[in-house]
């Protein structure tokens, strides 16, 4: 048997329009509405801090939290007035995600609409990707 032999060529490309990326993270109006409401009351906090944690039966879940400054390896989504910094470790995870807040009768929270979650624990506290 002979190995086959791939070839790849590296060429430099000018004037070439660059296309936007897809945002790590959007946030809905209501999401929006209510990080301002939340912050009004902080006034040394700049916005939330959005992590993952080991949690639940077998995966992860989402942690919020304020921050008063960026961290290094954060990175920052700024949308209608509100920033948002997601940790290192949830960049990957949250890539393409919506942010949203939901409101009803019986409790209100954030909610992540996630296209790349694959499945949920049976608890309802972890998902895995």
């Given at each position: 048997?002979s190995?086959?032999?791939?070839?790849?060529?590296?060429?430099?490309?000018?004037k070439r329009?660059?296309?936007p990326?897809?945002a790590?993270?959007?946030?809905?109006?209501?999401?929006v509405?209510?990080?301002?409401?939340l912050?009004k009351?902080?006034p040394e906090?700049v916005?939330l801090k959005?992590g993952?944690r080991?949690?639940?039966?077998n995966?992860l879940s989402?942690?919020?939290e304020?921050?008063?400054t960026k961290g290094d390896?954060?990175?920052?989504v700024?949308?209608?007035?509100?920033?948002?910094f997601?940790?290192?470790k949830a960049?990957l995870?949250?890539?393409?995600t919506?942010m949203d807040?939901?409101?009803d009768?019986?409790?209100s929270?954030?909610?992540?609409?996630?296209?790349?979650?694959?499945?949920t624990?049976g608890c309802?506290?972890?998902?895995n990707?």
């Amino acid at each position: 048997m002979s190995a086959s032999l791939v070839r790849a060529t590296v060429r430099a490309v000018s004037k070439r329009k660059l296309q936007p990326t897809r945002a790590a993270l959007t946030l809905t109006p209501s999401a929006v509405n209510k990080i301002k409401q939340l912050l009004k009351d902080k006034p040394e906090h700049v916005g939330l801090k959005v992590g993952v944690r080991t949690r639940g039966c077998n995966g992860l879940s989402y942690t919020l939290e304020y921050t008063k400054t960026k961290g290094d390896s954060d990175e920052e989504v700024v949308q209608d007035g509100v920033r948002v910094f997601i940790e290192k470790k949830a960049q990957l995870t949250l890539l393409g995600t919506e942010m949203d807040y939901v409101e009803d009768k019986l409790s209100s929270e954030f909610v992540f609409n996630n296209p790349n979650i694959k499945g949920t624990c049976g608890c309802g506290e972890s998902f895995n990707i």
